[in-house]
């Protein structure tokens, strides 16, 4: 510590004040992210260094930090080397993290030409039936009214509808049987304290290993049976395993039958917890405002006729309340708050301080920390900023999203469009940048044909006295804290 407090470049960014050399700010980041980022910006400005379990970590907000860490360039920023130890034993090799940018690039191309329109449309009467049939003759909604526990509730649901459509029906027969215990013990691999062990030989790290073996095997064999079976594709074939499957990297080589199968991991593993934890999130604050809820089963009828015709991928787009509410429990609940990335060659940033703006050189020995939570939360541009609602995003309301002296189409472009471009918005619960999520569109999709199918089936509401759970940061992606249950009644007619 005397060392480094000698040896302290005077040009490097503040550092944030701890007692524990090692620990540093570890437990107050990781308990609440937030008070955490908002506390420092206050005292340091948009850009500060915080010890994270040892590591240097600095931290860049404001728009302008979201730019630079998530629009760095390949020699400055590095994503692969900071996540592969947790990632690679969990996806398997080849895919993702475990190799270079370049093939990951190409890797997130052939899934985005797999999410054809095709796809969605077909994907949207597969998840809203999927829907239907969980509420209607699964053993969480039994009764005619009672409680749910949200969270459990919609995990199970998210890898119901993702299952059957993303990944197609051999996975989704599955999940019936095997595949559920192996995902579990998949997933333990994701346990925060495997950013550092996640190489140790310990009991939850052996069993990840054996369901990653298992995952791919059944994977693999998936593929051979479609294979051994003619390997032609039919029409309404639109998982993203027969996508894969006939896939052909620039220099020649199909994807291998075994990265085929990883990277149905990886998308399996990637959309599970943030679909999940945002659908837990759009529930529980539906429950919360009923009127959201009676708004949204209006503009069903209206928009779609008062008989309630079976969701379409075309209708699913007429809905604009409906992406609303997706898109304002993004804008307070984005599943990842935090995004890292090594710092490779030395930057430099000019940063606001609370008093007046400086120029910070970032050495390589530092991770990057971006968090666009942190703008999508300030009343700069979103006015009331922790009130959720979702009308915000209508024209002229009240709380619109301040407009910063642009017109429509220039503000689109500036990033807050349904599906946002720049890096320079602050509202990207999806990343931006080559890292940015692919994910985008089928988790609107998927969230948005679950939500509609259920405002259709259900009403919710808060327990009264209850208030809306916290949020639990304890894992890799933050959810609501367990248990968060609501009350729900069957509607008369569905
Ligand atoms: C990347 C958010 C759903 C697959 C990302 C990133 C974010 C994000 C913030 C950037 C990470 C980084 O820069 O380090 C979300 C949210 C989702 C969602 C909020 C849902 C509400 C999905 C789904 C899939 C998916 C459904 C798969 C079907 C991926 C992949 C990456 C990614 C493959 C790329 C990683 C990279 O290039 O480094 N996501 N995601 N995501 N996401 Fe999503």
């Known amino acids: 510590v005397v060392r480094q407090v000698l040896l302290k470049d005077k040009n490097a960014p503040p550092e944030v004040w701890s007692w ?3 620990l540093g700010n570890t437990i107050w980041y990781g308990m609440d992210p937030f008070d955490f980022f908002f506390t420092c910006k ?6 500060f260094t915080f010890i994270l379990l040892g590591r240097r970590v600095t ?26 130890g947790l990632t690679t034993p969990v996806f398997g090799e080849g895919v993702v993290y475990d190799c270079p940018n370049s093939k990951l690039m190409e890797q997130k191309k052939f899934v985005k030409f797999g999410l054809t329109m095709e796809a969605f449309q077909s994907y949207v009467d597969l998840i809203s039936s999927e829907t239907r049939s969980f509420v209607e003759k699964g053993k969480v909604f039994q009764a005619h009214s009672g409680k749910i526990d949200i969270v459990p509730t919609m995990a199970e649901l998210t890898i119901y509808t993702a299952s059957r459509s993303l990944q197609g029906p051999e996975v989704r027969a599955k999940f019936d049987s095997t595949f559920a215990d192996l995902y579990h013990d998949l ?3 994701f346990s925060p304290i495997n950013f550092m062990l996640s190489w140790a030989p310990l009991p939850h790290n052996r069993k990840r290993d054996i369901a990653q073996k298992k995952m791919t095997d059944t994977y693999m064999e998936i593929i051979k049976q479609r294979r051994d079976a003619g390997g032609k594709r039919e029409k ?18 199909p994807v291998p039958d075994r990265e085929v199968a990883h990277m149905m991991i990886a998308l399996l593993m990637a959309g599970q917890h943030s679909s999940s934890s945002t659908s837990s999130w759009i529930l529980l604050r539906l429950a919360t405002r009923p009127d959201i809820q009676e708004d949204l089963l209006e503009e069903q009828k209206r928009v779609l006729g008062e008989d309630l015709p079976p969701l379409t991928y075309e209708n699913l787009q007429k809905l604009t309340l409906n992406a609303q509410v997706v898109k304002e429990t993004l804008r307070l609940h984005a599943p990842i708050h935090s995004i890292l990335r090594k710092v490779k060659s030395p930057m430099t940033i000019v940063a606001n301080t609370p008093t007046t703006t400086k120029t910070y050189q970032i050495p390589t020995t530092h991770t990057l920390l971006s968090a666009p939570g942190v703008t999508s939360r300030e009343s700069e541009f979103f006015p009331d900023p922790m009130t959720w609602e979702p009308h915000r995003w209508d024209e002229g309301h009240p709380l619109a999203y301040t407009r910063m002296g642009m017109d429509k189409e220039e503000f689109e472009d500036y990033g807050y469009g349904m599906i946002s471009k720049g890096a320079s918005s602050p509202y990207l619960p999806f990343g931006a940048g080559r890292h940015r999520c692919i994910g985008e569109q089928f988790a609107y999709v998927q969230l948005g044909a679950v939500l509609a199918t259920i405002v259709r089936l259900v009403k919710l509401r808060q327990i009264e006295g209850k208030e809306l759970v916290p949020t639990d940061y304890s894992s890799l992606f933050s959810r609501p804290m367990a248990p968060a249950v609501v009350e729900f009644e069957k509607r008369e007619k569905a």
Do not use: H, Q, R, S
């Not at 206050?42 to 850009?47: F, L, Q």
């Not at 309404?236 to 080589?253: A, P, Q």
């Open 59 to 84: 931290v860049c907000l404001g728009t302008k930090g979201n730019e630079f860490i998530l629009n760095g360039k390949l020699k400055d920023v590095n994503a692969e080397e900071i996540y592969t």
């Open 236 to 253: 309404g074939d639109e998982d993203m395993i027969w996508n894969l499957m006939g896939c052909t990297y620039k220099d020649g080589t």
């Open 187 to 189: 997933d333990m691999g």
């Open 42 to 47: 206050e005292k340091y400005g948009d850009v």
């Open 20 to 22: 524990f050399p090692v």
